[in-house]
């Protein structure tokens, strides 16, 4: 794991003048966890290099645990690069192993896109897996990823019988067909099935069965499935087919930066009143979460974008109405740049938070009114109404997002410290030390 240390609790030292700065974030967890998975599956013939991946630990994790399924793996995290050799490619040998391990006891940690994104692939061996992690992931729910996998033939199924992890996977292969897959709980159900589906030995068409949160990163999974060459048919909402039986890497894939931790910095300088660029990411990006950036001009912050990044310069801040569905991992974000506003925040549909690294809505609505503001928070999200707020200790339930986003309201705010800021290192080990920089 990444060598930072952190105190148990860390003080947040508001800022003495509106920031002005250029900030870099480490690549995006959701392109590098997928980058991971496909570069595996569809390794080159030569090898395939990964650049600019994120080192944290839900990537650490995913690494580790392809490494147990016998792919191999070097890594370079001076210089951000992943190195996936060609060596126990199962395509060079039998075609119907694809993965190397015959079994494998897999720890995931609390990384949801590991445990689901590995849950699909490893369906496609020959063999006996077990999928695990901390108490948290026990409580994190899987069964509508494993009824799809039963409908292709494969015996997936909760060890304790409640849909969450540990998790079995049973299969002597993937063979393709027709399945139907819920996504009102997680996308990432669906973008494993999307991952795992080139490489079973027949056709796949997928139906999502209702609605689907956080759409942008279905995309996502379907823009990389372009980029490393794989075939598939978007035939209406919901209904895709997947070619099978395909097999063709690439030598090289450079991952963006993260739009999701970018979304903190945007965040500071609208909470601020000053300006900050987050460099090398624009309106062609895979993610979703660039889209944050139109929420906070809706508050009434002036965005701007060039060839180098976004810059958002901050303003007089207007509470909003708004449905934040595709970009829920930057929910808690505009929940700290709402305590700054006039008139009240409403943010809505985005129940499946309640599902994260912790109940996320009854977190956030905790921790704000701890500061001062006042929170009415319902199944499916909440309305901060800001108040006079005051410095305290704030909780971060194991969960990186809580910590970064409450963070934010400290650079106004004296006295706001973090507990267990360390929690950060799951997505962006670096993040204090980034933060901090603004004050240059």
Not at 158 to 176: A, D, F, K
Not at 304 to 327: P, Q, W, Y
Not at 335 to 363: M, Y
Request: with cysteine; proline share 5%; net charge negative.
């Amino acid at each position: 794991m990444s060598d930072v240390t952190y105190p148990a609790e860390l003080e947040i030292a508001p800022l003495t003048k509106p920031v002005d700065a250029a900030v870099t974030v480490p690549g995006s967890k959701s392109i590098t966890n997928r980058a991971l998975v496909l570069a595996t599956l569809s390794v080159a013939e030569k090898g395939t290099t990964l650049r600019g991946v994120l080192r944290s630990e839900d990537t650490e994790v995913m690494i580790e645990c392809l490494r147990w399924l016998g792919f191999v793996i070097d890594t370079d995290w001076d210089q951000n690069t992943v190195w996936i050799s060609p060596e126990q490619d199962p395509r060079l040998h039998r075609k119907n192993d694809l993965i190397p391990a015959e079994s494998a006891n897999l720890f995931v940690g609390n990384s949801g896109t590991t445990v689901r994104f590995l849950t699909a692939a490893v369906a496609l061996g020959q063999g006996t897996y077990r999928l695990d992690g901390i108490p948290r992931m026990r409580e994190r729910p899987i069964k509508d990823l494993l009824d799809a996998l039963q409908q292709l033939g494969v015996n997936a199924y909760s060890e304790h019988g409640n849909g969450c992890p540990p998790v079995v996977v049973q299969t002597t292969g993937l063979r393709g067909g027709r399945v139907r897959v819920k996504g009102d709980v997680s996308s990432q159900f669906l973008s494993a099935l999307i991952m795992a589906a080139p490489f079973a030995d027949g056709d796949t068409d997928i139906e999502v069965d209702g609605p689907l949160v956080s759409e942008p990163y279905i995309e996502m999974t379907f823009r990389m499935l372009q980029d490393f060459g794989l075939k598939f048919q978007v035939l209406g909402s919901g209904n895709y087919h997947i070619i099978g039986d395909q097999y063709l890497g690439v030598t090289e894939y450079a991952i963006e930066p993260d739009a999701s931790a970018a979304s903190y910095f945007w965040a500071a300088a609208a909470i601020t009143g000053g300006r900050i660029t987050v460099t090398g990411l624009n309106r062609e990006s895979l993610q979703g979460d660039v889209r944050f950036v139109d929420v906070l001009a809706q508050m009434g912050c002036r965005i701007e974008e060039s060839d180098s990044g976004i810059t958002v310069h901050g303003g007089r801040l207007r509470g909003v109405d708004v449905d934040m569905n595709d970009i829920s991992d930057t929910v808690m974000t505009l929940g700290a740049v709402a305590c700054f506003a006039e008139g009240p925040t409403t943010i809505r549909n985005v129940g499946h938070i309640r599902h994260k690294e912790t109940d996320r809505i009854a977190a956030l609505a905790t921790e704000l009114r701890k500061l001062g503001a006042e929170v009415e928070a319902r199944d499916d999200g909440l309305t901060i109404v800001p108040r006079a707020l005051k410095g305290c200790a704030v909780d971060t339930y194991n969960d990186h997002r809580m910590a970064m986003s409450l963070a934010l309201v400290g650079l106004r705010v004296p006295g706001v410290v973090i507990r267990n800021p360390g929690c950060v290192a799951k997505t962006y080990p670096g993040f204090w030390q980034d933060l901090e920089r603004l004050r240059a």
